[in-house]
């Protein structure tokens, strides 16, 4: 929690998420951080984040109910065994509705909360949300922050005459090379199936975030960034050996051209 500001991007879990026969977190969540109580984080996150939250839950409580139902357990006395183990929560249209149990919240009853004016949700539900590491975390669920126009660039949009080399990602501004690289990012995962890490889409929002502060904050991720962006390359290579790619004014290209296919 050291060095944390309201409005930093963070990755939350909690104890219920645990892994019961070793260390580390089933699943991390990402936010914006609102405040801190006794330890425990409120926190904003978008539609996505919530309704991977409800799945968790669901199948939290699944099990409970499985188990329970193993042991004879049905009707009444069954739904308040689930409720008194994890409470409900879910979405009715775009509304958060939980509660009703007497399980992590133990409050007894159902709380609704809508989203912001910004479409994200406040999450104080009175559970004892932890920042965490991401890499302890099995699986990110996060809305990489990726400017609208760079999902699925068209590769090879221009061929310049003279050398033969084909460009594969464009950007409007030769300066603007963060968004050549998001661009690039994207490519590599749609066509070629590279899969950035939890804790590599933590880095692209913490990374966006700080940029759009306008703080020096941003200079602290370079290094990872760069790391990141050789594994997506190397990744294009293991796959098309024959590519030579590199950057130009904040533009990836490929070369030679012969030995690029057409696609």
């Not at 904003?44 to 309704?51: A, F, I, N």
């Not at 910004?118 to 099995?138: A, E, K, N």
């Not at 991720?221 to 004014?249: C, I, N, Q, T």
Request: aromatic share 8%.
């Amino acid at each position: 929690m050291s060095g944390l500001r309201v409005g930093d991007t963070v990755i939350v879990s909690g104890d219920w998420l645990k892994h019961l026969d070793h260390a580390g977190y089933r699943t991390g969540y990402t936010g914006q951080l609102v405040e801190t109580r006794s330890g425990y984080v409120v926190f904003d996150c978008t539609r996505t984040v919530v309704e991977a939250m409800c799945a968790d839950q669901e199948r939290l409580r699944d099990r409970v109910r499985q188990h329970a139902v193993a042991f004879g357990i049905s009707g009444v006395a069954l739904d308040r065994q689930v409720d008194a183990a994890f409470e409900s929560l879910h979405l009715d249209g775009d509304v958060l509705v939980y509660g009703g149990g007497t399980g992590l919240g133990g409050s007894g009853y159902q709380r609704r909360i809508g989203p912001q004016a910004t479409g994200r949700y406040r999450i104080d539900l009175g559970w004892p949300f932890l920042v965490v590491d991401p890499t302890d975390c099995d699986a990110i669920v996060s809305d990489p922050a990726r400017p609208p126009d760079t999902a699925g660039p068209t590769p090879f949009v221009r061929e310049d005459p003279e050398s033969g080399d084909r460009l594969i990602i464009n950007t409007p501004d030769k300066n603007d090379g963060w968004t050549a690289v998001l661009r690039m990012l994207a490519w590599v995962e749609t066509r070629y199936g590279f899969q950035p890490a939890g804790a590599d889409r933590a880095l692209i929002a913490d990374y966006t975030d700080a940029r759009h502060r306008g703080d020096d904050a941003h200079r602290g991720y370079l290094d990872a960034l760069m790391s990141l962006e050789e594994r997506a390359l190397a990744h294009v290579h293991e796959r098309e050996p024959g590519w030579r790619l590199f950057w130009a004014d904040a533009c990836l290209w490929a070369t030679p051209a012969t030995t690029i296919p057409q696609r």
